[in-house]
């Protein structure tokens, strides 16, 4: 049983385009996120939710924006891709803002 | 494919002890290492890494780590623990190539008794 689980593992889009990732996680937690890993493989934090509640936004294109239906579940959605957008996108949950990570196993997007 | 173990789900020290928090990786070929700290209040904040070159790297806070190819291992270590050092400890994982994700442990949980 996969804790927090994030769809689709690759994505291979046209710039422009608009895409959406989606993020699970069944442990009941009440704090989800997004991170993304740069290109040195460094994470950094880009947005948290607790409860579905915006908790952390760091600073991102506001072409990002993360939509959380429950509490369950934070997807990401991309506006006009841009090469720069190339990386990977993990989610990860908690059940609170400072317990524990859970990390999803990552989403490789290919912005070509 | 890559995976990391870290063996230890928790371990408590006494303030001003040594520490080793072990990390085990499974990859084909030489790894990117990383050691994450995960304190309250403070998010995700990289401790320190290893690429090439020598193979006992030092990060911040005092911490240092050491990468044995022959035991597949990328131990943490600091010679004397502090309070303020207690937090999650997350052992992770990456291929050279491209944009290939970081693999994470479960993590460790340190506490620190005085």
């Known amino acids: 049983d996969t804790a927090v689980s994030q769809t689709p593992k690759y994505l291979v889009t046209q710039m422009g385009n608009d895409k959406s990732i989606k993020c699970e996680q069944n442990?009941?937690?009440?704090?989800m996120y997004w991170y993304k890993q740069d290109s040195k493989k460094f994470l950094k934090i880009m947005f948290s939710?607790?409860?579905?509640?915006?908790?952390i936004n760091e600073t991102v294109p506001n072409r990002f924006s993360p939509k959380s239906p429950d509490k369950a579940h934070l997807n990401l959605h991309i506006n006009s891709l841009e090469l720069g957008d190339s990386a990977v996108y993990f989610c990860?949950?908690?059940?609170?803002?400072?317990?524990?990570?859970?990390f999803g196993s990552g989403t490789q997007l290919s912005v070509l | 494919a890559q995976s990391v173990t870290q063996p230890d789900i928790h371990i408590t020290v006494s303030e001003g002890a040594s520490l080793e928090l072990r990390c085990n990786y499974s990859?084909?070929?030489?790894?990117?290492l990383f050691w994450y700290v995960q304190s309250p209040g403070q998010g995700l904040q990289l401790l320190l890494k290893?690429?090439?070159?020598?193979?006992l790297v030092q990060g911040i806070k005092g911490f240092e780590a050491e990468f044995k190819r022959s035991q597949s291992s990328f131990n943490l270590r600091k010679p004397s623990v502090h309070w303020s050092d207690a937090a999650e400890y997350f052992c992770?994982?990456?291929?050279?190539?491209?944009?290939?994700?970081?693999?994470f442990g479960k993590g460790t949980r340190l506490s620190v008794i005085a």
């Open positions: 990860a949950s908690s059940q609170g803002a400072n317990e524990k990570l859970f």
């Open positions: 442990l009941g937690h009440d704090t």
């Open positions: 939710y607790n409860n579905k509640e915006l908790i």
């Open positions: 990859y084909g070929a030489t790894p990117y």
């Open positions: 290893y690429f090439s070159g020598d193979t």
């Open positions: 992770a994982v990456a291929g050279y190539s491209g944009n290939t994700p970081l693999v």
